[in-house]
């Protein structure tokens, strides 16, 4: 027998389903933002990853899958997909003109040689979005939202959003400074991973994950001290814009994100599942602005990304058994009571989905009993119950699931009435859920109000 190869996994049966519920959700809401899907190669040369990803990042020092092909290329296995992305946007020329930013979703495999263990494997998935081509905080910010708004589409609720700035060039050179200082005195005693990035780039000991160097960590001088007024006036504006859009985060001075390409914001999505297991970061991201240069673009360009771990975000739904609920979700579900309404709800299925409701019918001839509870299964938000005897007057009943409340619509404005509906009640859930994390007490909620 032939095993598979450390690190990676097999998706069979009934487990595609559960990627792809995931995957959906990301790719429609990367459609509702303007995105366009990047598909780009999986294969690239290694140069690609060392000048961007960065010499002194984790990945490019011990985590690449590169080898040379019998044409003595160095090649690699993708670790990650932004380098790609930006390559095929300087390759392709696509911001020789000044037409604003260039807007790219991907979705695919990515290798990195790590050691394997819950929520980290060898070969695994990242759904991501680029914005190229940017100078407004309000591009950050969008992405961002993106990522928040995808991880709440899920289900999760007690997300943790960490951020944090690592400033302009003029504030990391300070820092850096410090940091040199700061550490000198301690390297003697700290981890291999530390005396090594003491070297390459300090900044990247605050990531280190071992508890004794942890401690020193803690006491290193902090970025907030040495900001430039730009970068901290872009940051504060960042926060600012979050609250606005009642968007929590935890400010997380030692965050720096594993790769060299950031500047200014960076952040992790982080989320314990209900059993309590801590899968790391599901999401993560920042800006960058040397990159599209560094790649052999003509200007300087800057830009913004995040990326997800697919498999965390399957693993953790599964533990919180909410991955059903995503699976099967519609806003809209119709209930026909003969053949004559089936015709019907056909053609209602098809406006209400062109007009970008999703929405499911029940052709099966059922109780309105069990109709109503595969409803709920769906989570709809507003149920249609067609009958002969109304339909023949053009009358249908439209019920509020959420509320339970029931009226007659006429056929002429049912499609305003369920719209009406739906937008109200998803605006009530986002209320309540804002409130919920106001008055909770427990630590996830509690950070923001000490913002
Ligand atoms: P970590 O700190 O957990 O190593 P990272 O900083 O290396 O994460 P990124 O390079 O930012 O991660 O990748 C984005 C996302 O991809 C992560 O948040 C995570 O969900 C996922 N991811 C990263 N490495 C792995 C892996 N080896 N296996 C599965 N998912 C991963
Ligand atoms: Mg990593």
Do not use: W
């Not at 996994?9 to 959700?25: G, N, P, R």
């Not at 907030?224 to 009642?246: G, H, P, T, W």
């Not at 709800?345 to 059922?366: F, H, P, Q, V």
Request: hydrophobic share 35%; with cysteine.
């Amino acid at each position: 027998m032939i095993n598979l190869v450390k690190g990676t996994h097999d998706v069979i049966l009934d487990e595609a389903k559960k990627y792809e519920a995931v995957e959906s959700v990301f790719r429609d809401l990367a459609s509702l933002y303007g995105f366009k899907e990047f598909r780009t190669p999986i294969l690239e040369h290694s140069e690609l990853f060392q000048r961007s990803v960065g010499d002194s990042s984790d990945i490019v020092r011990k985590e690449m899958y590169t080898f040379l092909d019998k044409g003595e290329r160095s090649l690699t296995l993708r670790p990650e997909l932004t380098a790609g992305i930006m390559r095929s946007i300087v390759n392709n020329k696509l911001l020789a003109l000044d037409e604003g930013p260039v807007k790219a979703f991907y979705l695919g495999p990515c290798f990195r040689y790590e050691r394997p263990q819950a929520g980290r494997y060898r070969q695994f998935n990242q759904f991501g979005i680029e914005m190229v081509g940017i100078n407004d905080i309000y591009r950050d910010v969008e992405v961002i939202t993106f990522g928040y708004h995808a991880l709440k589409v899920m289900g999760f609720e007690n997300l943790t959003l960490k951020i944090n700035t690592l400033g302009d060039k003029e504030t990391r050179e300070k820092y850096n400074r410090a940091l040199k200082e700061y550490f000198s005195k301690h390297i003697d005693s700290m981890c291999g991973d530390c005396k090594e990035r003491f070297n390459l780039n300090v900044l990247r000991i605050l990531d280190c994950k071992i508890k004794e160097d942890q401690e020193i960590v803690k006491n290193a001088p902090k970025i907030q001290d040495y900001l430039s007024d730009n970068a901290k006036d872009r940051f504060e504006r960042v926060l600012e814009s979050l609250k606005e859009l009642n968007i929590e985060y935890e400010v997380d001075q030692n965050l720096v994100r594993g790769l060299d390409y950031y500047s200014d914001v960076v952040f992790e999505f982080h989320y314990t599942s209900k059993k309590g297991v801590n899968y790391g970061a599901i999401g993560a991201g920042g800006h960058y602005s040397n990159l599209f240069r560094e790649l052999g673009g003509n200007k300087d360009l800057e830009g913004c990304g995040v990326a997800f771990g697919i498999e965390r975000i399957v693993s953790v739904l599964e533990d919180d058994g909410s991955l059903e609920k995503i699976k099967n979700s519609v806003n809209v579900y119709i209930m026909p009571s003969s053949d004559v309404t089936r015709s019907f709800a056909s053609l209602l299925a098809k406006e209400l989905r062109t007009n970008g409701a999703s929405t499911d019918i029940c052709y099966e001839n059922k109780s309105m009993k069990s109709m109503l509870k595969k409803a709920d299964k769906l989570s709809a938000i507003v149920g249609i119950i067609l009958n002969d005897d109304l339909l023949k007057e053009n009358k249908t009943i439209v019920k509020n699931l959420v509320t339970t409340e029931q009226e007659e619509v006429s056929t002429e404005h049912l499609l305003d009435r369920v719209f009406d509906i739906l937008v109200s009640e998803i605006k009530k859930k986002e209320a309540e859920d804002h409130e919920h994390e106001e008055d909770c007490d427990c630590e996830e909620c509690h950070h923001h109000h000490e913002e």
